[in-house]
């Protein structure tokens, strides 16, 4: 059985450029923290993260492209990264 090891680099990236509150979400500031999530899965190289107040994911891949998961279809598919922080957010 292979070990399943986490991928925190596109997180790492994410709160390095919005760790200063620069991005806003819903009209709010906010602020990203890595000690805020928890890596959840992958998925061929999307990287699931869980906030752990608000519930939500973050889904990024590992060129920094972000993702929502669609129940309905069972895909993943490209968002901004506007729609990304407020489906976290929001």
Not at 17 to 42: C, P, Q, V
């Amino acid at each position: 059985m292979s070990e399943i090891v986490p991928n925190w680099s596109p997180l790492e990236i994410l709160c390095k450029k919005y760790g200063n509150g620069r991005f806003s979400a819903h009209g709010r500031n906010g602020k990203l923290e890595i000690t805020d999530f928890m890596w959840m899965h992958s998925w061929d190289d999307i990287q699931c993260y869980k906030h752990r107040m608000t519930r939500r994911y973050l889904n990024i891949d590992n060129d920094g492209k972000f993702y929502r998961y669609l129940a309905e279809d069972g895909n993943y598919h490209k968002v901004s990264k506007f729609e990304a922080f407020e489906a976290l957010f929001g």
